[in-house]
């Protein structure tokens, strides 16, 4: 058993939670994620990693209720526990494996939407700890819905916070700012962005404009973590790939967000997951090739 050591509320349906897990934590790198399940009839969840502590045995999980699985999350107390919590899993962050010292003269944007600023933290605190300069544009609908703002302002070189409706910092999407630091002189070698897929799907465009690299996390399309149920498949230049075990992190303008998020949503159905099967044969698995369920 996996016990919650933290709970705590970050926003409206949003929550972070202290899970001690030795050997996960031991493991992990920015960037990959893990799989918990409350008990034996438990769904598998998959959940990016937001922070860990290799001295304390934990890993900092944050999750959006969105279904029954995470409403029962919710209801899980500090002292209770998960009887699973597999990982670490997936390929961590590119940018951990790079030289430092190369890292070190380039200048790195993160964008973050909602949710997506969870992941965002181990890499931007990470690159902190090794002394490599980011800056961080992390957005939300409203304020109310920002989560880890001082945590981030502790790890950013520059934080620029978003609001759709202007209810606090810029007034305007994660897109918009890149622009306005843009027209600015703000000048940028690499970027990261990881956040709702439609979200994703403009800062690339608007990257692509500029010439500036991006990096994507294709973590909101997974939900088994393994490549077999097929649900993380998507076309990556002409290429078949599976977020839980070729990523999640994928050249941004290689992705094709209009399949995925078309995808996305007729996964959602089991005519649409019927239909998926037969249109893509072999490649709707990640490796097996075979539709057990």
Request: with cysteine.
């Amino acid at each position: 058993m996996y016990p919650i050591v933290r709970r705590e509320k970050l926003a409206d349906k949003i929550y972070l939670m202290d899970v001690k897990a030795p050997r996960v934590a031991q493991y992990c790198e920015p960037g990959q994620f893990v799989i918990v399940k409350i008990d034996e009839e438990g769904e598998r969840i998959p959940l990016t990693i937001c922070d860990y502590d290799r001295e304390e045995g934990t890993i900092t999980i944050v999750f959006q209720t969105v279904g029954a699985s995470t409403e029962r999350m919710v209801s899980l107390q500090e002292g209770d526990a998960f009887e699973d919590f597999v990982g670490p899993l997936g390929c961590p962050s590119d940018l951990i494996h790079e030289d430092i010292e190369e890292l070190k003269k380039k200048k790195i944007l993160f964008v973050a939407g909602g949710v997506g600023t969870a992941p965002v933290y181990p890499q931007v605190k990470w690159l902190h700890e090794h002394g490599v300069d980011c800056d961080v544009i992390m957005g939300s609908r409203n304020k109310d819905l920002l989560i880890l703002e001082d945590e981030m302002k502790k790890v950013a070189t520059n934080l620029y916070v978003t609001t759709d409706d202007g209810s606090y910092g810029f007034k305007g999407t994660g897109t918009a700012q890149l622009q306005e630091l843009w027209d600015n002189g703000n000048r940028y070698d690499h970027c990261v962005a990881i956040g709702p897929m439609i979200m994703m799907k403009f800062v690339c465009k608007l990257t692509k404009e500029l010439g500036i690299p991006t990096v994507v996390s294709m973590n909101p399309i997974m939900v088994d973590g393994t490549g077999m149920c097929g649900a993380c498949r998507l076309v990556v230049g002409d290429e078949v790939k599976f977020a839980c075990v070729d990523g999640p992190e994928f050249d941004g303008h290689l992705v094709d967000f209009d399949q995925a998020m078309r995808r996305q949503a007729q996964y959602k159905t089991e005519e649409g997951r019927a239909m998926l099967k037969l249109q893509e044969g072999a490649t709707h698995h990640g490796g097996c090739g075979n539709c057990n369920s």
